[in-house]
C-alpha cells in the first residue's frame, strides 16, 4: 500500500498539472458518477488537490470535493492530453489541457460533503507531511497506551501516513523493538520517531522512493541502489550488523526488524 509521501508527492503533482483548469471527468469503469461535480457540461475547474495521510482530497468549484483513498491496489497512471482511449478498469479520467490523470482500483473514489470530509480528516492522526501537523495528540496517545509500538504506527488514528516500510525503518534506527508497549517507550525516543517520520517522508516526497539508509544524510541527486536504500525492510540481512533479518505477522501486516539491533525487554 502506497504511504504517506507518495499521496503527498501526488497531490503536488495532480495540483500542478490541473488546478486552474477545466477538467473533462468520466468514469470509463461507471462506478463514479461525475454528473453532480460537472453539472450540465463534462468539465468542471479543479481548485486544488489536499492530501491527509493516505487520503487525497479533489476539490473542485462550488466546493465539490472527490475523496480518494488508493488502498492496496489503487493506482494513478499521468499521460499527456489528449490521451488515449482509457482502459474499461479506469474508475476515474481527469482529462486537462496538458495532463491526463487516470485512476484504477482505489479503495475510495467518491463525492463527499463538507461534513464528510471533516468526519474523515478528524479520524485520522497528525500527518508528520502536513505543515499544520500538531504531534501533541500522537505524545499523548502513546504515553497512555498499551499497544505496541508497531501496531501504533500503522494505526492512522494515531498517526497518519506511515505505512509498513517506514514502521520496519524508524524502528530499527531507534533500535526499538514492535512489541514493546507504547507506554514504555522512552519519552526522548517517541520525540525521535516524529521528527524522524518528519524527515524521512519529506524527503520520500522528493525522491520519490523510500530511503532511510546513507542516502537520507547524503547529498542529494546520487542513486541509491535499492538493495541499500532500506536497513532490514524486506532484506535477508540487517544493513547495520549484518545479522539476520526476522519477521513475524502482527496484526495481518508482516513486521521487518533485526533481533540483534532491536533486542526485546
Ligand atoms: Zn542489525
Given at each position: 500500500m502506497p504511504e504517506g509521501h507518495t499521496i503527498?508527492?501526488?497531490a503536488l503533482d495532480?495540483?500542478?498539472?490541473l488546478v486552474g483548469h477545466p477538467l473533462r471527468i468520466t468514469s470509463p469503469q461507471g462506478r463514479f458518477d461525475?454528473?453532480?461535480l460537472v453539472g450540465a457540461g463534462d468539465s468542471a475547474t479543479l481548485r486544488r488537490v489536499e492530501a491527509y495521510g493516505k487520503?487525497?482530497?479533489?476539490?473542485?468549484?462550488?466546493?465539490?470535493?472527490?475523496?480518494v483513498h488508493l488502498g492496496l491496489f489503487g493506482k494513478f497512471r499521468r499521460s499527456p492530453s489528449p490521451p488515449k482511449p482509457p482502459a474499461a478498469t479506469v474508475r476515474?479520467?481527469?482529462e486537462g489541457p496538458k495532463i491526463t490523470i487516470d485512476l484504477r482500483g482505489p479503495t475510495a473514489c467518491a463525492l463527499v460533503t463538507r461534513t464528510q470530509k471533516s468526519a474523515l480528516v478528524d479520524r485520522l492522526g497528525p500527518d508528520p507531511l502536513r505543515e499544520d501537523a500538531d504531534p501533541g495528540p500522537f505524545f499523548s496517545y502513546l504515553e497512555r497506551s498499551k499497544v505496541p509500538i508497531g501496531v501504533a504506527l500503522m494505526d492512522q488514528s494515531v498517526i497518519a501516513g506511515i505505512g509498513n516500510v517506514y514502521r520496519a525503518e524508524i524502528l530499527h534506527l531507534l533500535r526499538l523493538h514492535p512489541l514493546v508497549c507504547s507506554c514504555e517507550v522512552p519519552k526522548d525516543k517517541v520525540q525521535e520517531i516524529w521528527s524522524l517520520a518528519c524527515?524521512?517522508?519529506?524527503?520520500?516526497?522528493?525522491?520519490?522512493?523510500?530511503?532511510?539508509t546513507r542516502g537520507f544524510f547524503?547529498?542529494?541527486?546520487?542513486?541509491?541502489?535499492?538493495?541499500?536504500?532500506?536497513?532490514?525492510?524486506r532484506r535477508h540481512t540487517c544493513l547495520t550488523?549484518?545479522?539476520?533479518?526476522?519477521?513475524?505477522?502482527?496484526?495481518?501486516?508482516?513486521?521487518?526488524?533485526?533481533p540483534h539491533c532491536q533486542p526485546y525487554g
Open positions: 503527498h508527492r501526488a495532480h495540483e500542478a498539472a461525475a454528473s453532480p487520503h487525497l482530497f479533489y476539490v473542485f468549484e462550488r466546493g465539490r470535493t472527490v475523496h476515474l479520467r481527469l524527515g524521512l517522508l519529506r524527503k520520500g516526497v522528493v525522491d520519490g522512493r523510500i530511503i532511510t547524503a547529498a542529494r541527486g546520487k542513486r541509491i541502489p535499492r538493495a541499500e536504500s532500506v536497513h532490514v525492510y550488523c549484518e545479522g539476520p533479518v526476522g519477521r513475524f505477522t502482527l496484526r495481518a501486516r508482516t513486521v521487518h526488524l533485526c
